[in-house]
C-alpha cells in the first residue's frame, strides 16, 4: 500500500478513503487493514493501533450484525478522513437504527455475566471521541495524535 | 488465531496466540464449549494467554460464556500470562474477579487440581 499521510505536498491536508463493503464478516479485515495502516502512519503508538484497530472492528462488526442483520444486499459504508493529527471513522449501515442509550450497561449486575453487548463499551474507552447519528445507523469514532 | 488445547491432569488447557478478533470468538466459544461438553463435572479450565494479542468484545464475550458454563457444571476456570492490555481490558469489563489469575502453569494446574 502507498504512503497515504505524508504526501509532500500538503502534510497537513484531510485525506480521506471510503470503502462500501459487503455484509460479511470476513471484509472487515479489509477496513481493519486501511485504518491500521493509516494509523501507524500517523504515528499513534503500537498499543494504540491496537486500541483502534478493535474499535473499528467492533464498530464494523455492529453494523454487519445489529445494523444489516446479515443481509447480504445491504452495505457497510466506512469513511476513514485523517490529516497529521486527527483520525475519524465513520461507520454506517443500511439497518433501522437503534437508540445507543437504550444499550443495557454491560457493567450493571447480571449484565457482567452475560456474553455479548461490549463492543461499545469497549469503542468508547478506546477512542477520544464517539457518537451516533440521530437514527443510530451512522457511528463516528474519533482519535487524535497526542500532542508532545 | 492460532488455538491448540492440552491435558495436564485434570485440567483442559488452552492455549491461545495471535489476535483474538472477529470470527475467532466464535471459533473460541465453540472450542471452549466442546471442552465443556467432553468434559467430567467439576471441569477445570485454564487459558494460557500468553502470546495473545489484541481481543475484542467476541473473544471476551466467549470466555464469559465459558465461564458461565463451566460454573453450572461446579467447576473452575482461570487464565494466566495475560498482556498488561488484556488485563486492563477486563478491569474494563469488570470482569477481572471473575477469572483466577495465575502467574504460570504449575501454580494453576496445582490450584485448579485441588
Known sequence: ?148 | MDLTFRRSGHVIIFNLKGNVIGPDGMKLREAFQKAIELGADKVRILVDLEGTGMMDSSALGALVNAYTHVQQKKGRIGIMRASANIQKLLTLAKLAQLFEQFPDEAAAVASLSS
Open chain 1, 1 to 148: 500500500m502507498s504512503d497515504l499521510t505524508t504526501a509532500s505536498e500538503n502534510p497537513q491536508a484531510l485525506r480521506d478513503v471510503i470503502l462500501n463493503l459487503p455484509t460479511d464478516v470476513a471484509m472487515m479485515s479489509v477496513v481493519d487493514a486501511v485504518v491500521t495502516h493509516i494509523a501507524q502512519d500517523m504515528g499513534f503508538e503500537s498499543d494504540v493501533v491496537e486500541m483502534i484497530s478493535v474499535s473499528i472492528i467492533e464498530g464494523c462488526m455492529n453494523a454487519v450484525k445489529h445494523g444489516n442483520k446479515y443481509d447480504t444486499n445491504k452495505r457497510v459504508h466506512v469513511r476513514v478522513e485523517f490529516d497529521s493529527t486527527t483520525l475519524k471513522v465513520v461507520v454506517k449501515d443500511e439497518g433501522v437504527g437503534f437508540n445507543p442509550q437504550a444499550v443495557a450497561d454491560p457493567l450493571s449486575g447480571d449484565n457482567l455475566f452475560r456474553d455479548h453487548g461490549r463492543g461499545l463499551l469497549m469503542i468508547r474507552a478506546y477512542m477520544d471521541e464517539v457518537s451516533y447519528n440521530d437514527d443510530g445507523t451512522e457511528l463516528t469514532m474519533v482519535k487524535s495524535v497526542p500532542k508532545e
